[in-house]
């Protein structure tokens, strides 16, 4: 039994964890795609942007969390949503709406997006430094141990405070989305403009005013998804390529301009990676017993070793863009 | 006479003069020393950069992970031409290394054989799910059988170093082994949007990155190797000065040759089919022209002088830091070289090299000079207290400053200082 | 004073000029029906009068409004429609949404609005659930009409309406051409069909090298022998 608890602690939980934050930021970079069609590689650093600005703000108001028993940094986060969604409508205006405006190749605009990612990064260090911070100022992380009944199980299912609110967050943010697509007038304009760009302007739809909005749900999205991802661990200001490569792939194995796709996506990347670094020896370790005198089973039996976690993503693009380069729910364009 | 008016050959020509005064400027300012290292590393970065141009200028091919095959050339350039490790050698560990690499040739046999199953009358489907299961079970064999192998070597000799070959092998294998990756990721990529091939080009930079600093049984990891050897007498025989500029007329000599083969193979039909397909390809397919094909040469051929030119970088620097390839320095400072100078323009693409490696190592001081004086003046008019670490945050304004220059020249400058010139044939 | 009046328009993409001086004008409640050979600007002539391409000289008005290089969404907020030839339609959203996307500058609710295309094209009643990429041509082409339809436009401009239809769907489209405007709508359209569409049409317009060939009521040109005979296959 406790090797079951192992597996939950291990890949269940913790699978979730990485596969809701890559959800996150792949409904944004598939938004972005459907919407500009181009591949925005700053997303990453707007979600360490997003962090950062929590952080300022924690640092400003280190108690608010403690009236209502949840960290400070959560309740801050809706203002740096906010704030993240202004600076992502202004990169749009200041860089790429120039390219857009020049009717270049989208590739072009791909090329912008490295730029403001190297600003972006730039900036976030030269005013952070290039140190790991905790979101975790005035209080202490919650760390739930749920004691299983019986005798087998002697360890607990470990869950952090943070992993819960992830969790909780995330539901609300894909159903909020749902919402927001099927039932507001802008989100309808959003899909008829992601289905066809020129009909939704001879429609009349103000193609601007999607593009902002598109840019303000993808801003506070990397917010929340950066935020909750440095509640769990820690804010580190260069995650960037190393969170850009599972997201890209979880959009585009969920097929690419489709946001339930990219929920699947991240589901998919997330615990694959989970699954391909986990220790497998653990769970066989039961049945050593049964194994004929003489054979050992090996101590660590992993697919890769954790400093090798980003090939995962890196494989099951190359495989998706072999296979099915649609994605699992039939994207756009290729 | 404006600049845009003028005649191009004469444009470039007064460009070039331009490049010359930050240059004496930097061998003024910092000593000849300074400015040799600096312009052998700005020739390397051109090779490197032409490599860039080919592929993002000829072919409109956006290869986001160069970083990964100047890593390539630099580990090849290590492993040839560092002197053989003879506690490797001397002892039984050689046998069982040849042992796993021979699991490997085998499992990857077995593996194609499955693939090609379906011509035995296997269905399609099935022959996939075993396919994907042999290769699973080979990649778990072998990476069973090289673990123990791989720490012994790390224990008992350190790494298996090197072949003590000349330094210029090792250049050439470096290309050879960035040419085969290309055509792995340009083989799956090129069919489809660009965007993918940067992403997927992104990711096998980070790949290469990650397995040549965990690999420690055959690069020693962070642990880094050095010194390597030059192909060229070094310092301690000729004093900085003098060898650093032998190595510059070495690179030199390697640019013009790569000069000379990339314009008769731009004006050749070669080339026209490359641009051809570049700018419209569907005309160029209803042509005739083998699209595909054309397009993995070429970028199989940038990948190749991005590992000639990676080799010859590590070389100069003479220390292998797997740590020391970052996407910063060796992807996006090559981008911002080939369209500052113009992509698809050799000459562009050379003077983009020496202009932002200027930019590049000079925006640090130059950064920390600045936020000095604002300290001061915060000190003197204000009473501030300084912030400790000034250093580390003023090299971060390379980045920053590498980013907007990349931001500003595809919104000012979208062809580069020198554009690309299209010849009109007959 | 006319619905709709070009004078002269010349214009085209970039630098290649397709359109050298067309003019044209209808009525409010008229059929004006654009006919001409491949390549003689027809199409472009549409895309010029709805803002989609650059008019390099001439002027075109709307009740005597100067809509020359007035933006799309403007015009459509002045009372025009356009249908596209192809991809005239939203293929991932629903029936009803499609619709309600062509309606999107109206104030809600948009039930009347919806209430009148759905009378106008009953097909799509049942099928207002279902993404619009999923139907059969015909009908496409009706939700395609009936989003243009859904912002009240007094002038509606379609190009090749029944292009790829069956000849069971296109005396269907033609049917409801009428109807639309019996309603009041005026309508310009561009018609490879040319005798079908010029025995509905109160004004004709034979287009050939960017410039007005023949220019008349739609019966007159039918009964012109020289029309028949360049134009119309004899």
């Known amino acids: 039994m406790n090797e079951l608890v192992f597996f939950i602690n291990n890949v269940v939980v913790s699978g979730t964890v990485s596969s809701s934050i890559y959800a996150m930021g792949a409904i944004g970079v598939t938004l972005v795609f459907s919407i500009m069609r181009f591949a925005h590689f700053a997303h990453a650093d707007m979600m360490t942007l997003g962090a950062f600005f929590v952080l300022g703000l924690t640092m400003l108001f280190p108690e608010v969390g403690v009236a209502v028993g949840l960290p400070s940094a959560l309740i801050l986060m809706p203002i740096a949503m906010v704030l993240t969604a202004i600076v992502a409508v202004g990169i749009d205006r200041a860089f790429y709406k120039p390219l857009r ?31 790991s911070r905790s979101l975790y100022i005035a209080e202490r992380k919650d760390i739930f141990r749920l004691e299983l009944p019986g005798e087998l199980a002697t360890r607990p299912i470990v869950i952090t405070e943070p992993q819960i609110i992830l969790f909780f967050c995330t539901v609300g943010a894909v159903v909020a989305l749902h919402w927001f697509l099927t039932r507001s007038r802008l989100g309808k304009a959003m899909r008829a403009m992601s289905d066809n760009p020129d009909l939704a302007r001879v429609s009349g739809i103000n193609t601007n005013t999607v593009i902002a909005v598109t840019w303000m749900i993808a801003g506070a999205l990397a917010t929340a998804a950066g935020t909750l991802l440095s509640l769990d661990v820690v804010l580190k200001p260069d995650l960037s390529f190393f969170l850009l490569l599972p997201i890209f792939a979880a959009a585009i194995v969920g097929g690419v301009g489709h946001p339930y796709g990219a929920i699947a996506g991240g589901f998919v990347v997330g615990f694959a990676e989970t699954l391909a670094v986990f220790n497998w020896a653990v769970l066989l370790r039961p049945f050593q017993d049964m194994l004929p005198a003489g054979w050992e089973l090996p101590t660590y039996l992993a697919f890769v070793g954790t400093e ?9 693009l190359v495989a998706i863009l072999v296979w099915r380069p649609t994605g699992l729910f039939k994207g756009k364009v290729l | 006479m404006k600049l845009s008016a003028m005649p191009q050959s004469r444009r470039d020509l007064l460009l070039f003069l331009t490049l010359l005064i930050p240059v004496f400027g930097v061998f003024l300012a910092m000593g000849p020393a300074y400015g040799a290292r600096m312009s052998v590393e700005a020739a390397c970065y051109a090779i490197i950069a032409l490599g860039l141009t080919i592929q993002w200028g000829y072919a409109g091919q956006f290869n986001a992970g160069v970083m990964g095959f100047v890593a390539l050339g630099g580990v090849s350039a290590m492993l040839l031409s560092v002197p053989p490790n003879p506690d490797f050698w001397n002892s039984d560990l050689p046998g069982e290394l040849a042992r796993v690499l021979l699991t490997l040739v085998a499992g990857i046999a077995l593996v194609v054989a499955t693939s090609r199953l379906h011509r035995l009358g296997v269905s399609r489907r099935i022959r996939t799910v075993l396919t994907v299961g042999v290769a699973l079970i080979a990649y778990l064999t072998f990476i069973n059988q090289l673990t123990p192998v791989a720490s012994a070597i790390e224990s008992q000799a350190g790494f298996i170093g090197g072949m003590g070959l000349p330094a210029w092998v090792g250049w050439l294998v470096g290309g050879a082994l960035a040419g085969g990756i290309g055509y792995f990721i340009g083989h799956i990529c090129l069919g ?23 690999a420690d049984w055959l690069t020693r990891g962070t642990a880094t190797v050095s010194p390597l050897p030059w192909p060229t007498p070094g310092a301690g025989e000729l004093g900085f000065v003098l060898s650093r500029s032998i190595y510059l007329s070495i690179t030199a000599v390697m640019i013009a040759v790569i000069f000379f083969l990339l314009h008769r193979a731009y004006h050749a039909p070669w080339g026209r089919t490359i641009r051809a397909i570049r700018d419209n390809e569907v005309s160029a397919a209803a042509m005739g022209k083998n699209i595909n094909k054309r397009r993995l040469e070429i970028f199989v051929f940038g990948c190749v002088l991005m590992g000639i030119g990676g080799a010859a970088l590590t070389s100069f620097n003479s220390i292998f830091d797997p740590s020391g390839y970052l996407p910063l320095n060796h992807t996006f400072l090559v981008l911002a070289m080939v369209i500052l100078g113009g992509p698809g323009n050799n000459l562009g693409t050379l003077f983009g090299a020496v202009l932002v490696y200027i930019i590049w190592i000079m925006s640090a001081p130059v950064a920390l000079f600045l936020m000095d004086l604002v300290v001061m003046a915060g000190q003197a008019w204000f009473g501030w207290e300084s912030a400790g670490n000034l250093d580390s945050r003023a090299l971060q304004a390379r980045v920053f400053v590498i980013g907007l220059l990349i931001s500003l020249v595809l919104r000012y400058a979208p062809k580069g200082l020198m554009p690309e010139r299209v010849p009109h044939h007959r | 004073m006319p619905l709709l009046d070009a004078q002269d328009v010349h214009g085209g993409y970039g630098s290649m000029n397709i359109l ?19 390549g003689a600007g027809k199409s472009t002539m549409l895309k010029a009068i709805f803002g989609l391409l650059q008019v390099s000289q001439g002027s075109i008005r709307l009740r005597g409004e100067d809509i020359t290089n007035v933006a799309p969404n403007k015009l459509v907020q002045m009372g025009m429609g356009f249908v596209p030839q192809e991809y005239n339609i939203f293929p991932s959203l629903t029936v009803q949404e499609n619709l309600e996307m062509g309606a999107y500058i109206k104030p809600r609710p948009h039930t009347r609005l919806l209430d009148h295309v759905f009378e106008l094209f009953p097909p799509l009643v049942e099928k207002r659930r ?37 000849p069971l769907f296109m005396n269907e489209i033609f049917t409801r051409i009428k109807e639309i405007n ?10 490879q069909n040319a005798k079908q569409a010029l025995g509905i049409a109160d004004k004709g317009f034979v287009l050939a090298a960017g410039q007005n060939r023949f220019t008349d009521t739609g019966q007159n040109l039918l009964n012109d022998p020289e029309v028949a005979r360049s134009f119309l296959g004899g």
């Open chain 3, 182 to 191: 019996a309603a009041g709508v005026g309508i310009l359209m561009v018609e």
């Open chain 3, 130 to 166: 279902q993404p619009a990429g999923e139907l059969s041509g015909g009908q496409r082409q009706m939700v395609a009409m009936g989003r243009a339809l859904m912002t009240e436009p007094g002038l509606l401009l379609m190009d090749e309406p029944t292009a790829g239809l069956s």
């Open chain 1, 308 to 316: 090798y976690k980003i090939t995962v993503p890196f494989f099951i």
């Open chain 2, 192 to 214: 489809l949007r660009s965007d993918y091939l940067a992403i997927a080009t992104l990711g096998i930079a980070e790949i290469i990155k990650a397995f040549l600093k965990n």
């Open chain 3, 20 to 38: 050298n001086g067309v003019d044209l004008a209808i009525e409010a409640h008229e059929i004006g029906v654009i006919v001409g050979p491949n």
């Open chain 1, 101 to 131: 405006d020049h009717n270049v190749k989208p590739i072009v605009l791909v090329i912008g997006s490295l730029g403001v990612t190297l600003m972006l990064q730039g900036l976030i260090r030269l005013f952070a430094g290039t140190g």
